[in-house]
C-alpha cells in the first residue's frame, strides 16, 4: 500500500519539489524574472546520488536524477511532462539551474520517510518572492495514469491504435494471448522511431 504512481517523469526525490514549482510558474509571468531559486527537501534527498546535479547532463537520466533540473524545467515550461527532459541544453532551464540552492530542511527531514515534502521559493528581480510548500508528494491518480498514456500511445502508435491497445489492456483478463496486446505495439512504419530514455 506503500507504493504511489509517480506524477512527474522523473527521480522519486524530484517529485514535490517538481509539483511545488508548477504552482510556482502558475505566478510567473517569464523565467527571465528570476534571480534566484531555493529548493527545501529531505536530507535523504538532497544527499541521495544524483539528486544534487547541477549538470552538465549529458543524457535525459541525469536530468531526471537531478532535482534542480526538473525544478527549473518545470519552472521554464510551466508542465510536467516528458518533454521537461528532452533538451539538455535549453538555455533558459541551464540558466535557472545555475541559479538554484539546494538544501536540506530539517521539518521535511524529520518528517521522512513518512512523507516526503519539499518547498521551492523564487526571488524575483523585482524583489517579489514566489514560495510554494507541498507536506508530501502527491500521487498521480487513475484519470492522470491514462491521460499520460494516451497521450504518449498516441504519439507513437496514432489515435486510432492507442485507443485499441487501452481497450486490450482494459479487458485483458478476457484476453485468450496475451500477445495481442504486444502486437498492438508493434511499429508498422520503419520511419517511427522511438527515442532513447537516456
Not at 527537501?41 to 544534487?52: E, H, I, K, Q, S
Not at 524545467?73 to 545555475?98: F, M, P, Q
Not at 520517510?113 to 508528494?137: F, M
Not at 489492456?169 to 530514455?197: F, K, M
Amino acid at each position: 500500500m506503500a507504493v504511489y504512481n509517480k506524477p512527474v517523469p522523473a527521480c522519486n526525490f524530484a517529485q514535490t519539489a517538481a509539483q511545488a514549482a508548477l504552482r510556482v510558474s502558475h505566478e510567473l509571468v517569464g523565467t527571465e524574472e528570476i534571480d534566484r531559486v531555493i529548493i527545501h527537501a529531505p536530507d535523504a534527498a538532497v544527499r541521495y546520488p544524483g539528486c544534487d546535479s547541477m549538470g552538465p547532463y549529458r543524457n535525459a537520466l541525469q536530468a531526471k536524477m537531478s532535482i534542480p533540473f526538473s525544478v527549473a524545467a518545470t519552472l521554464t515550461r510551466g508542465e510536467i511532462e516528458e518533454e521537461n527532459y528532452s533538451e539538455l541544453d535549453d538555455a533558459d532551464i541551464i540558466r535557472l539551474v545555475a541559479v538554484t540552492d539546494l538544501r536540506a530542511d530539517p521539518g521535511f527531514t524529520a518528517a521522512f520517510p513518512g512523507k516526503q515534502g519539499a518547498e521551492v521559493t523564487v526571488h524575483l528581480r523585482s524583489g517579489r518572492t514566489i514560495r510554494h510548500a507541498l507536506p508530501d508528494v502527491i500521487a498521480a491518480t487513475p484519470s492522470d495514469i491514462r491521460a499520460r498514456f494516451r497521450a504518449a500511445a498516441t504519439r507513437v502508435l496514432g489515435e486510432d491504435r492507442a485507443q485499441r491497445l487501452e481497450q486490450l489492456i482494459d479487458g485483458c483478463e478476457q484476453l485468450g494471448n496475451a500477445g495481442d496486446i504486444a502486437a498492438q505495439c508493434r511499429l508498422d512504419a520503419p520511419e517511427r522511431v522511438l527515442r532513447s530514455a537516456s
